[in-house]
């Protein structure tokens, strides 16, 4: 009796952790983690004006979220996506492809991203800021359900963020041979 | 520009079929060199290029941009022409062509010849003599609003009214050139320009009078107290201080003391206080404090 009982709590007891190794595997939040860009900034170089510690943080919490809802956003075709965290000229471009890749049936993703951010100008008022991103990134393009393009892509951006109200939103996303 | 083909290289997990992985790896590798298509090397954001294709039938293109995503039926063998709408847009494109399987090729499109500048000024009223206390960033755009990252040089020019304009050359660095520089002695709009070949903009900074300086002031008895006025109110540099500019008259009269706050009115302050005996006035505004006034007891 005393055995069986011994069996049992050692049978609960691995059950209980199967779940919980289960539910942690199947947390969105675990994979949102794993998928999300990881973003470094080197504010060492900047000119004029020197980077404030918080600025730094904001500008690194900002660009990651803009280019984890810029994937979400050609994954699913929706600009929606793309509001309040690119403005002006980035906008209008992103937008622009969103609603080309809807008429096509394109859709594109921008996995594993990785982006070195580099702060080269920081006004001196503090308005507007000019990154360098080395992104590296594996990009697909697909046509429907068929993969037609899938690469591990080196992509060197100029980068223009100005603040907005409580982040700061990129408004040019210019990609270029080098720097 | 870079080339490859589409298929994964990823799937071979067991250690044996790693090098045989390789192998056919670098072979799809060499196989995209002679990729069907032939991509522009010089494009030019707002003017039309074609890719050349090779090989014979029917096949998809497919144009992925910063800002376009097309599809289009084509002729292998024949070139695809892309129109100057698009390719508006500056930055890295990829290629794709599908016939059976697909090859792609990746290529670049540069901004065109600077057609606008952003003009950032602040701040847009500063007080004379503040040193380096106006700056100006100008970021270069072409007619697309693609930044201009190829150097080119910035010529700003201040003007202010009653003094001879001053200018500096910047050249850019990756699209942006500025300038700091301190506001004048005088009160007065303070014309900035930013001009790139014959893109000019404009800016105006309202140059305004420091804090009062040398403030001096006068006094008589009246049947109602004592009134006081001070002399015409200006900065160091003899500018007129604007309205309102707050102006405090202290008057002391034995143990007593009493405040009046009297705001500037066309360059002077004026209070009327309440006093009997001897008193001693005196003002102040910001940090400047002016004479002392002695007026004698009333009879």
């Known amino acids: 009796m005393k055995q069986d009982y011994s069996y049992m709590k050692h049978h609960v007891r691995m059950r209980v952790s199967a779940m919980i190794l289960l539910a942690l595997l199947s947390s969105p939040t675990l994979f949102a983690a794993d998928n999300a860009p990881q973003v470094t900034l080197d504010a060492s170089k900047t000119s004029p004006r020197s980077v404030e510690a918080l600025t730094q943080r904001a500008i690194v919490r900002d660009y990651k979220f803009a280019w984890t809802n810029l994937d979400a956003a050609m994954e699913s075709n929706s600009a929606g996506l793309l509001n309040s965290l690119f403005a002006g000229t980035a906008n209008d471009s992103l937008r622009g492809t969103v609603s080309s890749q809807q008429r096509t049936g394109m859709t594109s993703r921008y996995l594993n991203q990785r982006h070195k951010l580099e702060a080269v100008f920081y006004a001196p008022v503090g308005d507007v800021i000019e990154l360098h991103d080395t992104a590296e990134y594996d990009f697909e393009i697909h046509d429907g359900d068929k993969t037609i393009h899938n690469e591990h892509a080196i992509v060197h951006y100029v980068v223009l963020m100005t603040p907005g109200a409580d982040r700061w939103v990129i408004r040019q996303l210019q990609a270029v041979p080098q720097f | ?299």
Not at chain 2, 16 to 27: N, Q, Y
């Open chain 2, 1 to 299: 520009m870079s080339s490859s083909i589409n298929t994964a290289c990823k799937s071979h997990n067991v250690h044996g079929a790693l090098v045989t992985g390789v192998f056919i790896c670098l072979a799809m590798v060499a196989v995209a060199q002679d990729a069907p298509l032939r991509v522009p090397s010089n494009a030019v954001a707002g003017q039309a290029a074609s890719i050349a294709t090779t090989g014979s039938g029917s096949a998809t293109f497919y144009l992925r941009g910063p800002s376009i995503s097309l599809k289009r039926d084509v002729e292998l063998g024949q070139n695809i022409d892309l129109s100057a709408k698009e390719l508006q847009t500056s930055g890295d494109y990829v290629a794709i062509l599908c016939a059976g399987s697909c090859s792609s090729a990746r290529f670049f499109v540069a901004p065109g010849k600077p057609a606008t500048l952003t003009f950032l000024v602040h701040p847009s009223r500063a007080p004379v003599g503040l040193n380096d206390g106006i700056n100006g960033v100008a970021l270069t755009f072409d007619q697309f609003h693609n930044l201009v990252l190829a150097p080119a040089t910035v010529q700003f020019e201040l003007t202010a009214k009653g003094s001879t304009p001053t200018s500096r050359n910047v050249q850019t660095h990756d699209g942006i050139a500025w300038f700091r520089t301190s506001s004048g002695k005088s009160a007065g709009a303070l014309q900035i320009s930013a001009s790139l070949n014959d893109v000019v903009a404009r800016r105006v900074v309202q140059q305004v009078a420091s804090d009062p300086c040398n403030l001096r002031i006068k006094g008589q008895r009246t049947a109602k107290g004592i009134l006081v006025e001070t002399e015409p109110v200006r900065d160091c540099s003899g500018n007129p201080v604007p309205d309102g500019t707050i102006v405090t008259f202290t008057a002391k009269d034995g143990h007593e003391v009493s405040f009046v706050d009297a705001p500037v009115k066309q360059d002077i302050a004026r209070a009327t206080m309440v006093a009997k005996g001897s008193v001693v006035v005196s003002a102040a505004s910001g940090v400047a404090t002016g004479n002392e006034l002695r007026l004698g007891g009333q009879e």
